[in-house]
């Protein structure tokens, strides 16, 4: 007989708990699911969060630029496809499957919801945005939870996304609550090198912003109860910082379908240059022996010269990923790639014939099916991975694949001079909010949702405050045993209301607001649409 996942799965939030024992499940009058998880799904799909999805970034805002990109609605669905696959390979192997039973269960409907909801919190302008409220989060408003996607999304799920029938959040299932929970730790609470010697991916601090905590988190203070609830059915089979099973495929997913559609995009629209990626891979090809004798800041000073990037990123594998890295594997990763993304696609430009759709269909089908074919289940994984990796050799060709990206997508000036004027716009925009809340004369004419956002902050900050009042401190005045004051508390709150506004805007909405608030626009805003 085949062990039996942990009890609780099917549990929601607030109402009786159904254990994975229990055959019947009672759907709610507004679910035409009667399987729970499906239901859960169709919840996420339904949600106007989701929905939202179309008009926030990926990679570039295509607000303006006539470019037609994917947004996160296209990858969030492409990540629901592939996670499905990844279940669907593992469920149809004897052995992966008793494995992944015993961590807990994988079910295909929760990874296919976990997929499409993973990125329900991502604000406008993508990553970039991300930073920028994150910024404005710790330093204006004094959350030391500041602002990050994973736990917005999750925060969206449990507690500020509205549905049918009374209560906060989706009242999502605990297994595709757990399924979202990439980095199942708080910003302040995250593993460390006293319990951990090699930390989880994520959870060290941030490079540029030193003593603010873990990197990345899925949950934050205001969520601990809920992130600990859901998490309790998996506990005999998960220590506190891995990822469930499903979770595991998710953000497998997450990498496969990142690594692949964005170059595809970018190859459509003739951003990305056959010349400038042929010359890097095949640079450093024919020089590896004599690049691995350079030192690290030797590598660093000739960064812009072909080959030099892609010696550093080997070297940060082996640094950050021993457990895998290996030389043989990266060579025949940029071999690889070189065959079929430069040598295959790149080659020839996208001109929107049938030959060139034809090439994109042939390169986005083959990698995927070689990538999910490449994943299989570890019972005792490295700190470093989830319990579903993938093999060797596919882990480096999917960091060959990002590596491609980030040098000739993301690192281009153009994007950047994109990207500091979003920056300016998100803080202007925070600015003038924060500044209407404050203005009491003005408190009845707040939109309708900033100002529930506000209450609605105000009330769970202060359950925490009476709770744990050291856990809205940064670690230095921890010590103090003093509580956050009145007006401190007040502040968090239109901090965390402001930032939940903003981050519930797609790109277009986002600059129309601020449009508005600058006066340089007769036409009247509407808060109809923002969630």
Same mark, same amino acid.
């Given at each position: 007989m085949e062990p039996q996942p942990p009890s609780g799965r099917t549990a929601r939030r607030g109402h009786l708990v159904h254990t994975a024992a229990e055959p019947a499940h009672v759907p709610q009058p507004y679910d035409l699911a009667t399987s729970p998880f499906r239901a859960d799904r169709d919840r996420i799909s339904g949600?106007?969060?989701?929905?939202?999805?179309?008009?926030?970034?990926?990679?570039?805002?295509?607000?303006?630029?006539?470019?037609?990109?994917?947004?996160? /609605?296209?990858?969030?669905?492409?990540?629901?496809?592939?996670?499905?696959?990844?279940?669907?390979?593992? @469920?149809?192997?004897?052995?992966?499957?008793?494995?992944?039973?015993?961590?807990?269960?994988?079910?295909?409907?929760?990874?296919?919801?976990?997929?499409?909801?993973?990125?329900?919190?991502?604000?406008?302008?993508?990553?970039?945005?991300?930073?920028? /409220?994150?910024?404005?989060?710790?330093?204006?408003?004094?959350?030391?939870?500041?602002?990050e996607g994973n736990a917005q999304t999750?925060?969206?799920?449990?507690?500020?996304?509205?549905?049918?029938?009374?209560?906060?959040?989706?009242?999502?299932?605990?297994?595709?609550?757990?399924a979202l /929970?990439?980095?199942?730790?708080?910003?302040?609470?995250?593993?460390?090198?006293?319990? /951990?010697?090699?930390?989880?991916?994520?959870?060290?601090?941030?490079?540029?912003?030193?003593?603010?905590?873990?990197? *990345?988190?899925?949950?934050?203070?205001?969520?601990?109860d809920d992130m600990r609830d859901c998490r309790?059915?998996?506990?005999?089979?998960?220590?506190?910082?891995?990822q469930t099973v499903e979770a595991s495929v998710m953000d497998t997913a997450d990498d496969i379908a990142y690594a692949i559609h964005d170059l595809e995009d970018f190859h459509r629209v003739g951003i990305l240059q056959h010349a400038t990626v042929s010359t890097e891979l095949t640079e450093w090809l024919g020089r590896a022996a004599e690049l691995a004798r350079f030192d690290d800041a030797e590598l660093r000073r000739r960064a812009e010269a072909p080959g030099y990037s892609l010696e550093s990123l080997r070297r940060r594998l082996h640094l950050k990923d021993a457990w895998i890295a290996a030389d043989d594997a990266f060579v025949g990763a940029v071999k690889k790639v070189q065959s079929d993304l430069v040598t *295959?696609?790149?080659?020839?430009?996208?001109?929107?014939? *049938?030959?060139?759709?034809?090439?994109?269909?042939?390169f986005s089908g083959t990698w995927t099916r070689r990538l999910v074919r490449g994943v299989r289940v570890e @019972?005792?994984?490295?700190?470093r991975s989830g319990h579903v990796v993938l093999d060797r050799e596919q882990w480096h060709e999917v960091q060959i694949l990002k590596f491609v990206h980030r040098r000739f997508v993301l690192q281009r000036p153009d994007l950047a001079l994109h990207q500091r004027g979003q920056d300016r716009l998100l803080s202007k925009l925070v600015q003038a909010l924060d500044e209407w809340l404050i203005d009491r004369s003005e408190s009845a004419r707040l939109p309708h949702r900033l100002r529930d956002l506000f209450e609605h902050a105000a009330v769970?900050?202060?359950?925490?405050?009476?709770?744990?009042?050291?856990?809205?401190?940064?670690?230095?005045?921890?010590?103090?045993?003093?509580?956050?004051d009145g007006e401190q508390l007040e502040r968090m709150a239109r901090g965390r209301a402001v930032i939940d506004f903003v981050a519930s805007l797609t790109d277009e909405q986002a600059a129309a607001l601020l449009e508005s608030l600058s006066g340089r626009t007769t036409q009247l805003w509407s808060d109809t649409f923002v969630l």
């Open positions: 949600s106007a969060f989701f929905a939202r999805l179309g008009g926030v970034t990926q990679v570039v805002s295509p607000s303006g630029s006539g470019l037609l990109l994917h947004n996160r /609605l296209t990858h969030s669905l492409k990540v629901a496809q592939v996670a499905r696959a990844v279940g669907e390979s593992l @469920l149809g192997d004897p052995g992966s499957r008793v494995a992944v039973t015993r961590l807990g269960g994988c079910d295909l409907d929760v990874v296919e919801g976990a997929g499409l909801a993973h990125d329900l919190g991502h604000p406008p302008f993508g990553h970039l945005g991300e930073r920028v /409220l994150d910024r404005l989060a710790r330093q204006r408003f004094g959350l030391v939870d500041g602002f999750f925060r969206i799920v449990s507690s500020i996304d509205v549905r049918g029938g009374g209560g906060d959040g989706l009242d999502l299932t605990a297994a595709v609550r757990a /929970l990439k980095y199942p730790w708080t910003r302040l609470a995250a593993p460390d090198s006293r319990s /951990l010697p090699v930390l989880p991916r994520g959870a060290s601090e941030p490079e540029d912003a030193p003593g603010t905590g873990a990197a *990345k988190f899925s949950a934050y203070i205001t969520e601990l309790a059915p998996f506990a005999a089979a998960l220590a506190g910082w891995q *295959k696609l790149l080659e020839q430009p996208f001109d929107r014939s *049938k030959q060139a759709e034809r090439a994109v269909a042939a @019972l005792d994984p490295t700190t769970e900050l202060d359950a925490v405050r009476r709770d744990d009042p050291a856990s809205l401190l940064p670690h230095a005045e921890r010590s103090s045993a003093r509580a956050p």
